[in-house]
């Protein structure tokens, strides 16, 4: 079964990072771009970032220069690495497989219709 498994979230205070996992089982990531995205309480789901099949990475104005997205491949796993996070990133974070070039995460839109669990990510004080 192709399946993406996110993890790394949890409770953490302003300014504090953490480093989110997406594991794929059932496929090899290589010849994939894959998007993290994300959905706060209320709110609609947005992209985060994306990282190309060759590394070529993508990121929403509100996380440049704070989170790192990454991949590698030996261990087919993708990582969103957060620093000085704020109250604004809380939310459930996903990661989906989107073609080979983050073709729907640069218009804006999700990628897959059917979503994982995804994990939390809560900024607070």
């Known amino acids: 079964q192709l399946q993406l498994v996110e993890s790394g979230g949890g409770l953490v205070q302003p300014g504090g990072s953490l480093r989110l996992s997406c594991a794929a089982t059932g496929f090899t990531l290589d010849y994939y771009a894959i998007g993290w995205f994300r959905q706060a309480p209320g709110e609609e789901r947005e992209g985060v970032s994306c990282?190309?099949?060759?590394?070529?990475?993508y990121y929403a104005d509100s996380v440049k220069g704070r989170f790192t997205i990454s991949r590698d491949n030996a261990k087919n796993t993708v990582y969103l690495q957060m620093n000085s996070l704020k109250l604004e990133d809380t939310g459930v974070y996903y990661c989906a497989p989107d073609g080979s070039y983050c073709s729907a995460f640069r218009r804006g839109l999700d990628p897959i219709d059917s979503w994982g669990q995804g994990t939390q990510v809560t900024v607070s004080s």
């Open positions: 990282i190309t099949s060759d590394g070529i990475t």
